[in-house]
């Protein structure tokens, strides 16, 4: 049973840090992709950043290049979102995500944490 359990999430001071963790158990996970993606209140949900399987290519919504840093540890089946200078406007539920290598969807999800950044 393929499962995407985030942790890291909670209420922050605009200008202050989290880490999101998420946990994979279920499927392969040194050979898929991993992303996040946010979901605000009354908006649709938008891609964060990316890793690839092996770590090396990685890319970012403008809106957080500078500011936040994705990673992974194969080894624990891990992927992580370094946030930086939080801002109001990063409140949301974050999603990690699963996809197979050389595909563009993202097959597996998780259930999301909350972040709320205070001004």
């Known amino acids: 049973q393929v499962q995407l359990v985030e942790s890291g999430g909670g209420l922050v001071q605009a200008g202050g840090s989290l880490r999101l963790s998420c946990a994979a158990s279920g499927f392969t996970f040194s050979s898929n992709a991993m992303g996040w993606f946010c979901q605000a209140p009354g908006k649709e949900r938008e891609f964060v950043a990316d890793i690839s399987w092996s770590g090396h290519y990685i890319t970012y919504a403008d809106s957080v290049k500078g500011r936040f840093t994705i990673s992974r540890d194969n080894a624990k089946n891990r992927v992580y979102l370094q946030m930086n200078s939080l801002k109001p406007e990063d409140t949301a539920v974050y999603y990690c995500?699963?996809?197979?290598?050389?595909?563009?969807?993202?097959?597996?999800w998780g259930q999301g944490t909350q972040v709320t950044v205070s001004s």
């Open positions: 995500a699963a996809r197979a290598t050389q595909t563009a969807q993202y097959d597996y």
